[in-house]
T-cell receptor, first 115, second 114 residues
Framework: DADVTQTPRNRITKTGKRIMLECSQT?????MYWYRQDPGLGLRLIYY???????NKGEISDGYSVSRQAQAKFSLSLESAIPNQTALYFC??????????????FGEGSRLTVL | QKEVEQNSGPLSVPEGAIASLNCTYS??????FFWYRQYSGKSPELIMS????GDKEDGRFTAQLNKASQYVSLLIRDSQPSDSATYLCAVLSAGGTSYGKLTFGQGTILTVHP
């Protein structure tokens, strides 16, 4: 089984629908992240969390919300999806004691299409 | 100015050549720098980290850091077709409200042709 698991892996939805992407990890890492990837734009940070009680906005948090339900679980929600949120979403984890927290381990990605 | 900038390429090199990938960053207080590799359709994976000025070598890969110039590079010696991928530079913010935030460049697509 993957150390960082994302569900669903693929999702097609319609404008205005609420969508939740879930991430769980078995690595025991304290930090978790959500990034989106668009062609030519690299990875852009949506939200990141250092522990269950610490959640921070990234570069592009508008239109998104997150919940850190437990150390191992970090979910991303789109309250009302719009077409420009069509992208590949990655969850990642890191250990704050390794590489100052910069050594990220990524899930396999969730491809979201908003029609 | 973008926080982390890379030459988007694509960069094409012949097998056996040295591939040179470059990255500049804007946060002068950053102390930790990383290179990730992403094969098409796959997740990024860490290949190098560097924290001090100078060179760090790991097999065919060498990372170079110059904090005064705010410049990070990755050299791949004896390039192989299996090195064909997108290479992502990432910079870790060290302080202020962005503490612990890892910012990626847009990536450089590398193609190694036989």
């Amino acid at each position: 089984d993957a150390d960082v698991t994302q569900t669903p892996r693929n999702r097609i939805t319609k404008t205005g629908k609420r969508i939740m992407l879930e991430c769980s990890q078995t690595k025991g890492h304290d930090r978790m992240y959500w990034y989106r990837q668009d062609p030519g734009l690299g990875l852009r940070l949506i939200y990141y969390s250092f522990d269950v009680k610490d959640i921070n906005k990234g570069e592009i948090s508008d239109g998104y919300s997150v919940s850190r339900q437990a150390q191992a679980k970090f979910s991303l929600s789109l309250e009302s999806a719009i077409p420009n949120q069509t992208a590949l979403y990655f969850c990642a984890t890191s250990d704050s004691h390794r590489g100052y927290g910069g050594e990220l381990f990524f899930g396999e990605g969730s491809r979201l299409t908003v029609l | 100015q973008k926080e982390v900038e890379q030459n988007s390429g694509p960069l094409s090199v012949p097998e056996g050549a040295i591939a040179s990938l470059n990255c500049t960053y804007s946060d002068r207080g950053s102390q930790s720098f990383f290179w990730y590799r992403q094969y098409s359709g796959k997740s990024p994976e860490l290949i190098m980290s560097i924290y001090s000025n100078g060179d760090k070598e790991d097999g065919r890969f060498t990372a170079q850091l110059n904090k005064a110039s705010q410049y990070v590079s990755l050299l791949i010696r004896d390039s192989q077709p299996s090195d064909s991928a997108t290479y992502l530079c990432a910079v870790l913010s060290a302080g202020g409200t962005s503490y612990g935030k890892l910012t990626f460049g847009q990536g450089t697509i590398l193609t190694v042709h036989p």
